[in-house]
Each structure stands twice: as C-alpha cells, then as structure tokens.
C-alpha cells in the first residue's frame, strides 16, 4: 500500500460512493422501529449496547470482589453499609454472591455474545457483500431471547442472589436456598439465542457469498465466525439439557447428580464442561477473527499462512470438543483416562501457536501504524501468549494437582478470556466504529486506553499467577496475611484497569458528539465492509461490490486531495474509434 497522493500514470478506480441522504441510522426514527426492526446492522447495534451494559455491571461487581480483598480480613463488604443493607447475610455470604454473579454475567452475558452476536451481526452480511443474514426474524427473536435471559439474571440478583460459583456445581447448587433456578433459567434461555445466532451465521455464509467469493477468499473473520458457530449449534444444546436436568433435581429430587437421591455429582461435571470448554472457544475463536484483521490491515500487509490460520480455526473448534476432561484432573478420574486427556490439551493449543506465528510474521516488515486498534491487537498477542502457555501448566498432571483451585487458575483464565477477548473486543470496536457509527474518534485518547488497559490488566493479574503457585485458593473472602501485598497489588491494578476501560468509553462516546466525519475506508483495508459509506446505507451497499482478493494491499492507495484510501489502477490509453466501414451503397462515391 502507498501514502501519498495518486502518481502519475495511475487513475483512482472507485472514486467513492457519495454519502447517502439516508444511513441504517437515519433510514427510520423512533424507538419503536429499533425494538422491532430487522435490519442486522441495528440489531448489532442493539446488541453492542446490551453486552456493554452487562460488562459494565460485572465489571463493577469485578471491582466490588478487589476492593473486598484489599485486606486480609475483607474490607468492603464488612463495611457498615452492607451490614445496614443486608442485615441478614454475613460478608462471606455477600461475597460469595458478588463473585457468582460476576463471573454468571461476563461469562454468560457478555464473553460468549459479544463479538459473535454484536459484531458479528454488523458485520457478518456487510463483509458478504448482502443486503442482511439469512434469516432475519430469527436474528431479532435472538436478540429478544438474549434480554430475556438478561432479565432473569437480574432477577436472581434482586432476589436471594447466587452463590454456587458460574459453574452452579451439584451438589451444592441442589441445596443452596439461593435463586439456582433463576440463574439457570436465564443460561437455558441464552442458550437458544447463542443457538439461533450460530445456526444464523452458518446458512449466511453458506448460501450467500456472492459470485468470486470462495471459501479461500474469505476475511478470516468469516472463517473464525463459521467455526464459532459450529460450536454454538452442536455444544450449546449439551448445557441447556444439563441444566433442565440440575432445575428437575432440585424441584423434583429426582437423582441424577445429587448423592443424596443415588446420583452422581461427577456425571454434572462431565455434562457442564462438555459445553464449557468449547464454550471458551466460543469466546476466543471470534477475537482470534478479528486479530487477523487488524493485523494484516493496520500492518498494510498480507496475512501471513492465509489457509493455515483458516484450517487452524476449524481445527480448534473440533479438538475443541475433546478435551473438557482437563478440568476435571482432581475429580477422580481414572489414571489412563486422565493422561488422555493431558495430552489432547497439548493438541488443542497447536492451531493456536499457528494463528500467532503466523500473525508476528504478517507484522514482520509490515509498513505498521500505531493506530488504536493495532495497540489492542499488539497488547492481545502478548496477553493471550501469557495465557497459552500457562494453560500448560494446568494441562499437566503433576503441576496440575497443585495449581487447581488456585488464583493460578483465576489469573489463566483471565489472560485468555479479558486479555484475549475483552481486548480483541475493544480493538474491534475501535476498527469498525468508524463503519458502524460514521465518526472518527480522538486517535491520542484511544492509544492512551490501550496503554492504560494493558498496564492495568497486567498488574491486576501478574501477582495472581504468584498467589496461585505459593498456595493460595481462589474464591475466597478472606486469606492469610502473607498474601496481603500481591492481593493489593492486584487491587491496584483493577482500579487501573477500570479507568483505561473508562477513558475508552469516553473516547468513543465523545466521537459521536464531536468526532470528524468518517471516510468510507480510514484505515485502508481490502475487505468488502469498507466499500460502502460510513455509516452504511439500509441495504448495505450503493451498488453490488466487486469481489476481490480481502487482503490484496497493492491497489490501495491514501488520496491526499480527497483525504481517503481509494483503490487504483493504471490509466489505460485511449484509442480512437475506428472509422466505420463503407456500406455498398456509397462504395466508389
């Protein structure tokens, strides 16, 4: 890609749709016609608000948890006020509850939903070329069953709370008086709409890639969004029949999981992570997508191993289904069975390392620019790497055995879940708010963000990896005081974290009130979303896109006088028009 004004000898070959009168913003007005509409860019939007407004409410109880362990002896919720607030519960209890509801929702509500269903609904259609998914109305009844099951959350929460833990593990979540059947009514319903988004996205990319779009001219994040959505449609229905099965028990005492009625706890165990180890891919494929874009676009280069990053996102989701054993090294499973499993978490994180070799060798002599959502991109790799490879050492049985049920634990778990998807989900609103909103934000202000969240990020989580390797155990309210200055440290680091997330939100909040006009291609990629205006019109596109190779820089081309990327070509020369043969009548004249 060159900078500069068109050269000599060269012609702009698209000079740009003008921008319509009309956008999916302002095609239609009043609340009404964004509740029921069926357009997937304002059903995106629609989503993008919702998981921000749970991310926001976990974050803050995520906060509540830190502040809480300051000290020793819990700090927070021994305070007056939650004595005078919940006279009837002891701060352990209140913990308990604080730490379920924090994980339930940014598991449940935001991780899984947020990249698939927010952007992936925006994006889905445009980066197809089409006018909207393959169903409609079943993606708006998604959304619907997605606030459904957000309503049931909050109920639990102004209810008798929860405090099983997000994994709502038997025995246990059969006996507890707290709001087990809420919460998990709400999963089930969740559950459906992560159903009906995937089925959504697989008969869409199937059936309506226009002519010239193969499979292997696809953006990479098609490939990471088809193999999200396999693992929704086939994984997804494993939870939903696990936990009708956990609201019978505990209505009916029917033993199935609990020991008390000749069940097993162990079978709950194998059902849940079933799903939920696929479940972390569910989360993690979309961002790996979205990586691949913003490094090969903001690096104005060609992505690297095009088809071993596509074939590595079907691969992951396949292993994926088999290996859900390695949570479960302490449970009493057998020798044999245990070092099976061991060894398919070692398989699982090959396709993995390729998507990153193959990304640090697109940056490699790439013309890179330090835009915001590169920083995220930059800040994911070194986060999510930290996060692979201590997975190792809880996919190995004799460091296993003292890490489980550690903060190790806690601190893996977030490098791959925050640092990989909360920031791969940061960096792809930042890339595409451009697209979706119109408005180009404070370019300064987004790379202070970025800056912040990974300061922040690392030390609220570095000290935790220490915590869990000298011995001390998640999930509780109090500790011995040994522990005292890491947990600070980690507190410290949260309120860090929080303000970077803060700065963010303000960034891009202000861009709609006071942001420059957004050109149809800011950043100067290839795919087929940024050849239509900013933001896009109803029907997505002016006029049916020419399908191109999505990573092919060469013709693209920042235009000076216009302040724009366009695409170019070499002028052609013109020929004159050939005289005209005579006609017999006026032969000889």
């Known amino acids: 890609m060159s900078v500069g004004s068109v050269p000599a000898g060269y012609e702009v070959k698209d000079p740009g749709y003008p921008t319509p009168e009309e956008n999916y913003l302002t095609n239609s007005r009043g609340l009404l016609t964004w509740v029921f509409t069926l357009d997937h860019k304002r059903i995106g939007v629609m989503y993008l608000v919702g998981v921000s407004l749970a991310f926001l409410i976990a974050g803050l109880l995520a906060l509540g948890i830190r502040l809480h362990l300051f000290a020793p002896d819990g700090w927070l919720f021994n305070n007056e006020f939650f004595k005078w607030l919940a006279p009837d519960k002891a701060p352990n209890d209140i913990y308990n509850q604080v730490f379920t509801l924090h994980g339930a929702i940014m598991v449940f509500l935001f991780i899984i939903p947020s990249i698939p269903a927010a952007l992936g609904n925006f994006l889905v259609p445009v980066m197809l070329g089409a006018k909207d998914v393959a169903f409609p109305r079943l993606n708006l009844s998604s959304f619907f069953l ?35 059947i809420l919460a998990t009514s709400g999963a089930f319903i969740l559950g459906f709409s992560s159903i009906f988004t995937g089925l959504n996205f697989i008969v869409t990319i199937n059936t309506m890639r226009p002519p010239g779009m193969t499979w292997f001219r696809m953006p990479l994040f098609l490939w990471a969004t088809y193999s999200t959505s396999i693992i929704q449609v086939l994984a997804t229905p494993v939870l939903g029949i696990t936990l009708l099965l956990l609201i019978a028990e505990r209505t009916m005492h029917i033993g199935i999981f609990d020991p008390e009625y000749n069940g097993d706890p162990v079978t709950y165990q194998h059902f849940f992570w079933f799903y939920s180890h696929p479940a972390v891919y569910i989360m993690i494929l979309p961002a790996f997508g979205v990586i691949s874009e913003l490094i090969s676009v903001h690096s104005h280069k060609r992505i690297f191993g095009y088809r071993f990053i596509a074939y590595s996102s079907i691969a992951i989701a396949l292993l994926g289904f088999l290996v859900w054993g390695h949570h479960m090294f302490t449970a009493g499973m057998g020798s044999m069975t245990t070092i099976i499993f061991s060894a398919l978490t070692f398989t699982v994180s090959v396709p993995s390392a390729i998507k990153v070799f193959n990304w640090l060798a697109t940056m490699y002599k790439g013309a890179i620019t330090m835009t915001t959502p590169m920083c995220y991109a930059i800040a994911f790799i070194f ?114 974290l929080g303000i970077g997330l803060l700065v963010a939100l303000v960034v891009l909040l202000v861009s709609l009130v006071k942001g420059k006009k957004a050109p149809a291609n800011p950043w100067g990629a290839a795919t087929l979303e940024w050849a239509c205006t900013s933001p896009p019109p109803f029907y997505n596109f002016e006029r049916p896109p020419v399908v191109g190779d999505p990573y092919e820089f060469g013709d693209i081309q920042w235009d000076a006088a216009s302040e724009r990327y366009v695409k170019i070509e070499p002028k052609r020369e013109t020929v004159p028009s050939e005289k005209p043969a005579e006609s017999p009548a006026h032969a000889g004249e």
């Open 146 to 180: 997605w606030v459904a099951g957000a309503v049931f959350f909050v109920m639990a929460l102004l209810a008798s709370g929860l405090d099983t833990g997000w994994t709502f593990y038997t025995p246990y979540s059969t006996t507890t008086d707290t709001s087990v």
């Open 383 to 496: 986060l999510f790497t930290i996060g692979g490879l201590t997975g190792l050492h809880l996919g190995t049985l004799a460091t296993d055995m003292h890490l489980h049920d550690t903060y190790f634990v806690v601190a893996h778990f977030h490098y791959v879940m925050v640092g990989g998807t909360l920031v791969a989900f940061l960096g792809a609103v930042f890339h595409w708010w451009p697209k979706m909103f119109g408005r180009m934000y404070n370019e300064l202000g987004g790379q202070i963000s970025a800056v912040i969240v990974f300061l922040g990020f690392n030390l609220t989580f570095l000290p935790q990896f220490v915590l869990g390797s000298r011995g001390m155990p998640r999930r509780y309210a109090t500790y011995d005081p040994e522990f005292a200055g890491l947990h600070a440290m980690s507190t410290w680091g949260a309120l860090l």
